[in-house]
């Protein structure tokens, strides 16, 4: 049986901040232990998304999305997102969205209630660590989701009133 919500953190641990979507999942990973009152999590890492991440999103009650972000307000955004066809000629810049796309004509169903948490960073070069100011930024997410995964499941009326 598949767990309720999948968390899925992308991006290249070789380049920096972008590699806030696989840290995070590795802090979620360590604290479930510390949480029997979390619904049952799934998570799953890749340097990017990939078309065939369509079938993980498969019997989840929601899917939460990570990745960093260039452009959120520090210390990160979280939205609902829902499918949306995108132009791009590679998915080595597939979106979210067009993730959520894949899944319903795949599929032929509506993709769970899926969120992007858009962890703020500052540097993407290849062979940097992780920012100061990205790990700050981390900090905050990783608690934030602690406490809506304490609430049972990600929702869209869970917006963070300072992120």
């Known amino acids: 049986m598949s767990s309720s919500v999948l968390v899925f953190g992308y991006g290249n641990p070789s380049r920096g901040d ?17 949480h029997p009152d979390w619904p049952e999590v799934e998570l799953l890492t890749d340097h990017q998304i990939q078309v065939e991440h369509a079938l993980d999103m498969q019997n989840r009650d929601c899917v939460l999305l990570v990745d960093a972000s260039a452009t959120a307000n520090a210390p990160f955004s979280y939205e609902r997102i829902f ?45 940097k660590p992780l920012s100061e100011a990205a790990a700050r930024n981390l900090k905050h997410a990783v608690s934030f989701t602690v406490e809506l995964l304490a609430k049972g499941a990600p929702n869209q009326q869970e917006i963070p009133r300072d992120a």
């Open 18 to 34: 972008d590699a806030l979507g696989p840290v995070f999942v590795e802090q979620i990973d360590a604290l479930r232990a510390l």
């Open 83 to 127: 499918p949306a066809l995108d132009n791009a000629y590679t998915t080595h810049v597939m979106l979210p969205q067009s993730l959520l796309y894949v899944y319903e004509r795949v599929t032929g169903e509506a993709p769970p209630p899926s969120f992007l948490l858009g962890i703020r960073g500052e540097q993407f070069e290849l062979g």
